[in-house]
């Protein structure tokens, strides 16, 4: 991987953070990342999360589903 060292005016920087630390970005490389794949790709979806998607509408369709009790109850026990 090669390391991208970049320069960012100070008004710029201040903006930055204050972004980050709204979002609750942990770190800049992390609110990078974030902002280049978003240049990138747009606010599309990315494939795997499109198709994970289509998977659970389709089990809404032919009725897999559980209510969130169920689901509870599975994890932590029963709630009675």
Do not use: C, Q
Not at 8 to 30: T, V
Not at 57 to 73: C, F, N
């Amino acid at each position: 991987m090669i390391a991208h060292p970049i320069k960012i005016p100070e008004n710029m920087d201040e903006d930055i953070r204050k972004y980050m630390d709204e979002l609750g970005y942990a770190s800049f490389s992390e609110f990078a990342r974030d902002a280049i794949r978003e240049k990138l790709y747009g606010r599309e979806l990315r494939p795997e999360f499109e198709e994970k998607i289509k998977e659970g509408l389709e089990d809404l369709k032919e009725g897999r589903v559980k209510s969130h009790e169920d689901i509870r109850s599975k994890f932590l026990g029963s709630t009675e």
